[in-house]
């Protein structure tokens, strides 16, 4: 490799950071949501790296999970600096919605590092064989969310952008399994982006 290959290479690294020169920064309030309802609950510093994103790393996939346990497990672990992941959030059978990690922060929650960089996470109360805990409520408010996140980051509502964790490259997960209606939940996404 030329040294002009190698510069052009270590230049988008460099651009990536750039926020953390002085003053450069987003402004933070510890507490801040991204979507307008949800409850603040922070994940461990330690299952998230700090970021900048869309400028540092642009976002154009939104990962669908499945806990395999409650809601208050995935909170749980996720305040666990031991687990050493998180999701930005977690969607309760009666579509209350906490968020761990803001949306301009890397979580750890799909096993693939450039997944992580480039996607928001979203967790879902429940287990992948039991179909029964797919609420009409935790359907609807995830895809209420999932537009919102789609509309900020001018993501496509499709199969291509929104993805199962299973789907991500190098993981061992199965979630969000197979009773998760992937044709039902792009319609309530659809619909809710366009009201």
């Known amino acids: 490799m030329g040294a002009g290959t190698a510069g052009y290479a270590g230049r988008g690294e460099v651009q990536r950071w750039w926020w953390r020169v002085s003053g450069r920064e987003r402004p933070r309030t510890n507490g801040a949501l991204d979507h307008a309802g949800a409850e603040w609950v922070a994940a461990s510093s330690a299952n998230w790296r700090r970021a900048s994103r869309p400028d540092d790393y642009g976002v ?5 999970h499945v806990v395999q346990g409650s809601y208050s497990d995935a909170l749980r672990v996720f305040r666990d600096p031991l687990h050493e992941a998180a999701a930005h959030y977690v969607v309760r059978k009666d579509g209350h919605i906490a968020q761990t990690v803001r949306e301009l922060d890397v979580a750890f929650h799909s096993g693939n590092r450039a997944f992580n960089e480039r996607s928001i996470g979203i967790e879902h109360e429940g287990y992948v064989d039991r179909p029964a805990g797919f609420t009409d409520a935790m359907y609807t408010a995830s895809a209420r969310l999932t537009a919102g996140i789609c509309a900020r980051y001018k993501i496509p509502v499709d199969r291509t952008h929104i993805v199962a964790h299973s789907e991500v ?10 009773h998760w ?3 039902r939940y792009l319609r309530l996404v659809r619909e809710a982006a366009a009201s």
Request: glycine fraction near 12%; avoid cysteine.
């Open 181 to 183: 209606d992937w044709d």
């Open 60 to 64: 154009d996939r939104v990962v669908v």
């Open 169 to 178: 490259p190098g993981t061992d997960h199965t979630d969000p399994g197979p």
